[in-house]
């Protein structure tokens, strides 16, 4: 037994109504196309012009070609029976050239991204929601008022924007420790959100987040210890580096966040914050060992490197020459004072300036007393420097530590 065909078509497809710009033809094609050919075109695929003028015309598009949505698909059929052997090759092709900006910064991303990689970093991808409690009873740095709040959200813990970097990585060093994972190097971009002067602030960040031991356990290499604010400082220096950034300031930091930090800046543009995070904020997190954290403003980053001009210079052919000294000097100071004075007297002669080694005896020493013994590198790029031109330079520099940083010297 057969029945009469039943057609069910509940939502029929509407053929689609496109408009064409007969200037924007000829532009693709390359040629002028008179309109009579044109509208044959259209017949003949059985395109039903709805409307034509001066400018533009409108067609409806055959169901069967469903791809056909766009301007440039009408223009396509068009020329597809034209016929592309009767468009003339031109002698000269022209083209746009997207200018990208310099530096790229994805390709600086990529380029970051490769290098912590390099060094045993997993990149993680944090949510960018965050739970106010961390802000209202654990952490008093950043105020209530600046907190950007979510209404209506899907999970009642996370309820606002994470205003910093910090909180959503320490989550993440819990999640790991709490599954056996207490060796971590994490790195990650993203972004914050603050309520500022004009609505909403957003900015983009680098974190760094050290737990745990320093060196992967090897038969080959046997170092031991855990990773610490020097292991932190190395790897923000070299980021720093590869970002072609040297000239900076050193301030220490002393607030909540770490127990003892320190930023780097440019005047008043912060370009990195690091140090060892605060045991009481690791507690409160429940994490069970020490974290290093550095929060990079990837913004602030990327102005400076647009400042930035690369210099070259050729390789000194001459011998360079070292000098040690030994400097007793109050705990207060710092060695970034210390490079500061050697940069200001030896000038051009002092190439480099390594602090090598630090001892604190108060027996021996003195309260509030710390001895570190740093070398100088010389070299002139035109001679040979003699011992009487460098042990000039040596003598200058005594002077001006003992004058200005109340320095002395351990023979």
């Given at each position: 037994?057969?029945?009469?065909?039943?057609?069910?078509?509940?939502?029929?497809?509407k053929p689609a109504e496109v408009t064409v710009k007969y200037a924007h033809i000829d532009r693709l094609i390359g040629i002028a196309i008179p309109r009579e050919e044109v509208h044959s075109i259209l017949k003949a695929l059985e395109m039903e012009v709805l409307s034509d003028g001066e400018e533009a015309f409108t067609v409806a598009v055959p169901t069967n070609k469903s791809d056909v949505t766009r301007e440039a698909d009408v223009i396509e059929e068009i020329l597809r029976i034209?016929?592309?052997?009767?468009?003339?090759?031109?002698?000269?092709?022209?083209?746009?050239?997207?200018?990208?900006?310099?530096?790229?910064?994805?390709?600086?991303?990529?380029?970051?991204?490769?290098?912590?990689?390099?060094?045993?970093?997993h990149e993680m991808m944090a949510l960018s929601l965050s739970e106010s409690r961390f802000y209202k009873g654990i952490y008093k740095s950043i105020g209530e008022e600046e907190l950007v709040y979510i209404h209506n959200t899907s999970n009642v813990h996370l309820d606002i924007m994470r205003p910093d970097m910090l909180f959503s990585g320490l989550s993440a060093v819990v999640h790991n420790q709490n599954r056996q994972q207490t060796d971590l190097k994490l790195f990650e971009f993203g972004r914050t959100y603050r309520h500022g002067g004009n609505g909403i602030d957003e900015r983009q960040h680098l974190s760094l987040f050290l737990s745990g031991a320093r060196y992967p356990e090897s038969?080959?290499?046997?170092?031991?210890?855990?990773?610490?604010?020097?292991?932190?400082?190395?790897?923000?220096?070299?980021?720093?580096?590869?970002?072609?950034?040297?000239?900076?300031?050193?301030?220490?930091?002393?607030?909540?966040?770490?127990?003892?930090?320190?930023?780097?800046?440019?005047?008043?543009?912060?370009?990195?914050?690091?140090?060892?995070?605060?045991?009481?904020?690791?507690?409160?997190m429940d994490i069970r060992s020490g974290v290093c954290y550095a929060d990079f403003n990837w913004e602030t980053m990327l102005k400076a490197v647009r400042k930035h001009r690369i210099e070259y210079q050729e390789l000194n052919k001459y011998p360079t020459v070292r000098r040690d000294l030994a400097l007793v000097i109050d705990n207060s100071v710092n060695f970034s004072d210390i490079?500061?004075?050697?940069?200001?007297?030896?000038?051009?002669?002092?190439?480099?300036?390594?602090?090598?080694?630090?001892?604190?005896?108060?027996?021996?020493?003195?309260?509030?007393?710390?001895?570190?013994?740093?070398?100088?590198?010389f070299e002139d790029p035109a001679k040979t420097l003699k011992d009487k031109e460098v042990d000039k330079v040596v003598n200058q520099l005594i002077e001006a530590y003992e004058s200005q940083l109340g320095a002395s010297i351990r023979r």
């Open positions: 037994i057969a029945s009469e065909v039943v057609d069910i078509y509940p939502e029929p497809v034209y016929g592309y052997n009767k468009v003339p090759i031109p002698e000269q092709v022209k083209t746009g050239i997207n200018i990208a900006p310099k530096p790229d910064p994805d390709e600086l991303r990529n380029t970051i991204g490769d290098y912590l990689a390099a060094n045993g970093f038969w080959l290499d046997n170092r031991k210890g855990d990773a610490d604010y020097y292991s932190l400082k190395a790897i923000v220096s070299n980021v720093l580096a590869r970002f072609g950034l040297a000239a900076y300031q050193e301030t220490a930091i002393q607030d909540e966040t770490f127990a003892y930090g320190m930023q780097y800046h440019r005047g008043q543009q912060v370009l990195v914050q690091f140090g060892k995070v605060s045991p009481r904020l690791c507690k409160q490079v500061a004075l050697a940069r200001k007297v030896g000038k051009k002669l002092i190439q480099d300036i390594n602090l090598f080694d630090v001892y604190e005896n108060e027996a021996q020493l003195g309260k509030g007393k710390k001895s570190y013994a740093v070398s100088f590198l």
